[in-house]
């Protein structure tokens, strides 16, 4: 490796990679022990799973492989690992238990990060009041775990600047990160702002338009002629665009190509005029890939 990775601080003082592997919708045991011992020789340190990805158990799995196998270099301490709360088991004692299960299938004593995954409950109505209910308790629960040690630093994702907004007048402790989709085409500027000024890190899922920002079903020249002035592909100038936004990436690949790729994307810096050229992309075209939380209440 010829450079430093990246740290992002956080608000109470830890350190997260910057840049960490995405594990969505890698569900086949051999392909994900494969991709996660991949990305750990390339020298990535932080990996995001959740509940809903069904794959806890695997990566479980596979980190105690590689723990105990000292060609890797690597130990507990060193992997910074996130999860987050299934959709169905908003509320305080739910909570609870899907913290305790994803402790079992990960086969660890603590998680570094987890996070309320979704501010609305499964199976509730958007506009429903009970929403809000639900993750005020689901809050208090993490709070709690914290302060038990299972859980390092406590994080919401896909949070609108609403639900950020009422946080502050239940939570004892602010999030420390809010994880949503983010990418040229969905420049949500107001809401990585917001959640900075609360000193809260944003951080970016998504950062490829789910592939096709980068294999031509959404074709955006500027990217082109950027990626040629830095003799770099698509997806490290979208990756570098994240990063200079302050966020922290969650890039996927089955391939080892470009998990070096994208990993090696955090070499880039983009000039004030490429990142303007970029930002203007959302002021003609948007679109959402993945979830949209607005609706909820």
Known sequence: MTFTPRLTKLRDGLEIPTVGLGTLQVTDKNALKAIVKDSIKVGYRHIDTASVYNNEDM???????????????????????????????????????AVKESLKK????YIDMYMIHWP????????????????????RALEDLQEKKLIRTIGVSNYQIRHLSELKDYARVLPTVNQCEFHPLLFTKDLVE????????????????EGSLVDGSH???????????????????????????????????????????????????????????INDISSTQTKLFIWDSNTIL
């Open 59 to 97: 990566i479980g799995e596979v980190l105690q492989e590689i723990f105990s196998d000292e060609s890797f270099g690597v130990k507990r301490g060193d992997i910074w690992i996130t999860s987050k709360l299934p959709l169905a088991s908003i509320g305080y004692d739910n909570t609870i238990k």
């Open 106 to 109: 990960l086969k660890i004593d």
């Open 120 to 139: 609305g409950t499964k199976g509730l109505d958007p506009q429903d009041p009970q929403n809000k209910a639900n993750r005020i308790e689901s809050w």
């Open 194 to 209: 917001y959640s900075q000024s609360l000193g809260i890190a944003f951080q970016a899922y998504s950062s490829l338009g």
């Open 219 to 277: 074709k955006l020249p500027v990217l082109d002629e950027i990626a040629s002035n830095h003799g770099a592909s698509i997806a490290q100038i979208l990756l570098s665009w994240g990063m200079q936004h302050g966020a922290i990436i969650l890039p996927k690949s089955s391939s080892k190509k470009r998990l070096i790729e994208n990993f090696e994307s955090q070499k880039i810096t983009l000039t004030e005029k490429e990142m303007a050229a």
